[in-house]
């Protein structure tokens, strides 16, 4: 069965400053990838997802993620972040034996100082 | 184009009470359907996922059920409230098709049991 890790449950950074939001996940066959984020008082809008294909994917509003097969890893990275991106992050895996079982991660809450 | 309606959007709930939250997908036909809870500090839970009607996939043993008697409507009940039920709960629905992996929020329903 797949499960999701996300190791950081706060991170606080400055504006400006870049940012990398950790994710992992267990699986024994291959995977979809997903981040998720939440705006306060707002539901979950897609960020990105990973199908297959190159291994780099970007987002909406500068986010972008790269898949590691090797570390089963998929980060969630920003060069420089706003104080709008302050939200939760969520990251979700589905693995292709059962890609309409979609597991989330236990969030990550991104705070912006100016 | 497609929305997705749950309802109510509150409700308290005495200990031992029935519970039956309702959510109706339009606009799209053979949708995925989910529910998950959302609790501070653990993410979305997956609780039920549904591929077509009466196909019901629990993931995780509690005091809750689901059901699906229509192409589009998934309801969440319980016979018997407990404390632990509290908390935030999502419906969600994808497509099933390639390219459908998105997932798509219903606005929550906020469950006190008191």
């Known amino acids: 069965a797949q499960s999701v890790t996300q190791l950081d449950s706060q991170v606080p950074v400055f504006e400006e400053a870049p940012v990398e939001l950790r994710c992992n996940y267990s699986s024994s066959v291959s995977v979809y990838l997903f981040w998720y984020v939440q705006y306060p008082n707002q539901g979950l809008q897609l960020l990105l997802k990973y199908l297959s294909g190159s291994t780099l994917v970007k987002g909406i509003n500068g986010f972008e993620a790269e898949f590691n097969k090797s570390q089963t890893s998929f980060h969630l990275r920003k060069p420089s972040v706003h104080i709008s991106d302050t939200a939760e992050y969520f990251c979700?895996?589905?693995?292709?034996?059962?890609?309409?079982?979609?597991?989330f991660g236990s969030g990550t809450r991104l705070s912006i100082r100016p | 184009s497609q929305t997705i309606h749950q309802w109510p959007a509150t409700l308290v709930q005495p200990v031992g009470s029935p519970l039956s939250l309702e959510c109706t997908v339009e606009g799209t036909s053979n949708p995925n359907l989910y529910w998950y809870r959302q609790a501070a500090g653990r993410g979305l839970q997956l609780l039920f996922y549904?591929?077509?009607?009466?196909?019901i996939s629990s993931e995780v043993p509690q005091n809750l059920s689901a059901s699906r008697p229509q192409d589009r409507q998934f309801i969440l009940s319980s016979k018997k409230l407990l404390l632990s039920d509290s908390g935030f709960y999502l419906c969600a629905w994808r497509g099933q098709g390639a390219g459908d992996e998105k997932l798509f929020f219903g606005s929550g329903t906020q469950l006190s049991v008191l």
């Open positions: 979700a895996v589905s693995d292709l034996s059962s890609a309409s079982k979609i597991i």
């Open positions: 549904s591929v077509g009607i009466g196909q």
